[in-house]
């Protein structure tokens, strides 16, 4: 079994989805640190202007994990809705997937892991794809860096680990070996597509993908 693991982010790029696609169970690492201007609050879609931050306000302090940073107010919907829906109206697949958007956003969220997950939970489900999922916080493991990686991978029942290119730099292989776990790194590279508002620019918001592509023709790309 092949186990992937994750901060949850906010509309993830397409190289999260891509690594979920690939593994058999994924698992959101939400008691992780939390980094201020990263990916956990925040991604980028392509408008007729240029690039559009989306980013959700929060509420932490220093040290605080994923799991325990709050939404700090609910104005921010309505702006990244009519941000989407500039960007997007034109798009083959905006009536398709702009009600599952708006669907999500009318739900109440207080965490920003929940609201993360259910991001991409929505985002799986509108692709018509069906993981295992785990929130590592359920898992009460109290250990870090590689060993925390390691433990949760053995808990879930994997036998192998998929890696992005950027855990060459931090992760202890050796780890893996001891513990029988086979390391593979996932080695995505950036995809081109028919996209909206000019030249072509990589690594946005799966958003961008599926309001040009679909569900079918994203989730056949990224599965090859």
């Known amino acids: 079994m092949i186990a992937s ?9 397409i190289g999260y989805i891509y690594k979920i696609i690939k593994s058999d169970i994924f698992v959101f690492l939400d008691d992780a640190q939390f980094k201020k201007n990263e990916w956990q609050n925040r991604n980028r879609i392509k408008g007729a202007n240029g690039l559009i931050w989306l980013t959700v306000p929060v509420s932490f302090k220093f040290g605080d994990k994923i799991n325990e940073v709050k939404i700090s107010d609910n104005l921010w919907k309505r702006k990244h809705l009519n941000s989407i829906k500039s960007a997007y109206s034109k798009s083959p697949y905006f009536e398709d997937l702009f009600g599952y958007i708006e669907y999500f956003f009318g739900k109440d969220y207080e965490y920003l892991s929940d609201l993360n997950i259910e991001c991409v939970k929505m985002i799986l489900k509108y692709m018509d794809i069906e993981k295992r999922t785990e929130v590592s916080s359920s898992l009460n493991i109290n250990l870090s860096k590689t060993e925390r990686l390691v433990k949760i991978c053995e808990m879930v029942k994997a036998d192998e680990y998929l890696s992005g290119d950027g855990g060459k730099d931090y992760l202890d292989e050796n780890l893996f070996k001891l513990n029988k776990i086979k390391l593979t790194y996932l080695n995505y590279k950036p995809l081109k597509y028919d996209q909206l ?8 918001s799966i958003l961008d993908m599926l309001f040009n592509l679909g569900p079918r023709k994203t989730r056949e790309l990224l599965s090859l």
Do not use: T
Request: aromatic share 24%; hydrophobic share 35%; no cysteine.
């Open 197 to 204: 508002w000019g030249e072509f620019v990589e690594n946005l």
């Open 5 to 13: 693991i994750h901060q949850p982010q906010y509309m993830p790029y």
